[in-house]
């Protein structure tokens, strides 16, 4: 098992320039998550899906959008990159169901905006 | 103000000794995770709890629900022990998995 895998690990952007990170997972579970990660203030959420289908708006929402493809694939895209969005991102998934579960997360994707 | 709390930011021990690493939170939870991020990045879940204690090798997690703490503890570190130590929470009520991070504490063991 792959676990979670994220594409691509870096990149470099202009600003106003879009793009989208993809993340996928191959443990079946329900719920995903997109994080980022900036020096001094830990990992903060973006956006997550509690099931295929869903989405809903985390802590630092603003500037992104995100898709649940399938109960796999959980894609984040950013329409016009600022520079205030370099950052780390990563992607994580774990089931949810009435007990909660440890997080699985992806190795990371360093983003520089330009 | 952060609603969970890590210290220190920062430790620095020698090969050998005893680590503490404590959480503090300000809301109800229903379960308290340690992740642990290598130097390259990577995280991985350590512990999840929601009482007592848990034990993995040389690392014993603690929590205290009554007094909203909990604690990792490192015995015997080794310089491979030397990471980012995450805490973060699941509130309370909440059944969508979403987790409440704390800045993490850098710990380093010299040789």
């Known amino acids: 098992n792959a676990g979670v895998t994220q594409t691509p690990k870096f990149q470099v952007l202009k600003t106003g320039q879009s793009m989208t990170l993809q993340c996928a997972q191959d443990m079946n579970h329900n719920s995903m998550y997109w994080y980022r990660q900036d020096p001094g203030m830990g990992l903060r959420l973006i956006y997550y899906s509690a099931s295929e289908g869903t989405t809903d708006k985390g802590e630092v929402p603003n500037g992104y959008n995100v898709s649940r493809l399938n109960k796999r694939e959980f894609s984040l895209r950013l329409e016009s990159a600022a520079p205030s969005q370099t950052s780390v991102y990563f992607c994580a998934s774990s089931y949810t169901g009435v007990a909660y579960n440890e997080q699985f997360f992806g190795p990371g994707t360093r983003l520089t905006v330009l | 103000k952060n609603e969970v709390e890590q210290s220190p930011q920062n430790l620095t021990a020698q090969e050998g000794e005893f680590i503490t690493i404590n959480c503090s939170y300000s809301v109800g939870i229903s379960a308290l995770h340690w992740l642990q991020q290598h130097p390259g990045g990577g995280i991985v879940s350590l512990f999840m709890l929601s009482s007592g204690k848990k034990k993995h090798g040389r690392l014993i997690a603690t929590i205290n629900i009554q007094e909203k703490h909990s604690s990792l503890h490192i015995t015997a570190s080794h310089p491979r022990d030397s990471a980012v130590y995450i805490c973060?929470?699941?509130?309370?009520?909440?059944?969508?998995?979403?987790?409440?991070f704390g800045r993490g504490t850098q710990l380093t063991v010299w040789p």
């Open positions: 973060a929470v699941n509130r309370g009520g909440s059944t969508l998995g979403r987790l409440y």
